[in-house]
């Protein structure tokens, strides 16, 4: 996962937050064994915990490849993650972002580029602290371009070569 990180995120410059969380080791990869929704917000819930007491981890990448392999009960899962903030009260501490390997932006075709600003070689909840993400946009220039100068970089790039350097991570 570090090679997807170094080579997509930080190298593409997808996230121009990231390397400086990488640099000063800040990112925290956790993967889960969870086989079942059930067991993955278990995992969740557990992450969330961890971040509230240790102040030292910025983000989490909670990966897990054994569940929500396809994309749909993915993005359905998606509710239940943000429903657990909720009910954990920490919706206002934490964003969760989304990354899997057939992410699909509504009203585009699988096949489209631009998708993988959010594909990643496995399922991937991102847990940022807010107040992190809050100090880093105020400080960033132009910081509302950022998703679609990604998107131009992914269209510049083209699905064949995101494809290869997406497969590149499992070398």
């Keep these: 996962m570090r090679k997807w990180v ?46 509230n007491g240790d102040p030292a981890i910025v983000t989490t990448l909670l990966i897990h490849p054994g569940t929500m392999q396809d994309f ?28 899997h390997p057939d992410y699909q932006f509504a009203g585009t075709d699988p096949q489209d580029a631009e998708n993988y600003t959010n594909r990643s070689p496995y399922p991937i909840l991102h847990l940022l602290r807010e107040d992190s993400l809050d100090r880093v946009l105020s400080d960033t220039q132009d910081a509302d371009q950022i998703p679609l100068r990604n998107i131009a970089l992914m269209n510049t790039l083209g699905e064949d070569r995101l494809r290869a350097l997406m497969q590149a991570c499992f070398d």
């Design 6 to 51: 170094g080579t997509f995120v930080v190298d593409l410059n997808i996230c121009p937050f990231a390397k400086k969380e990488m640099v000063k080791k800040q990112v925290r990869f956790a993967v889960s064994e969870a086989a079942t929704e059930e067991e993955l917000l278990v995992a969740l819930e557990s992450e969330l915990e961890l971040l």
């Design 72 to 99: 749909s009960d993915y993005n359905q899962f998606l509710d239940l993650a943000e429903g657990l903030l909720v009910q954990m009260e920490l919706d206002d501490t934490y964003q969760l972002a989304s990354f």
